[in-house]
């Protein structure tokens, strides 16, 4: 699953994530564009961590409630969550 970096889940997201959810697949969260953060939104680090942070854990709430916990947390930790940048 890949989320924009600033724009987050948006509606096509959730709907990707029912799908997902109901066929059992496995999931890895891919954050793209991450470097807009920096170049666009002119973010902090301490900023784009907790931007980045709660763009991952919004991603867990949602998936956990879609799923009534079926699915293991997101995290960099477990390496289901991956981190891209295009241009930079």
Known sequence: LVVDAVEGIMLHTEMLLRQIISEGLPLVLVINKVDRLVLELKLPPDDMYHKLRHLID?????VSHQSNGRYPQLSPDRGNVIFASSLH
């Open 58 to 62: 919004s991603v867990n709430a949602f």
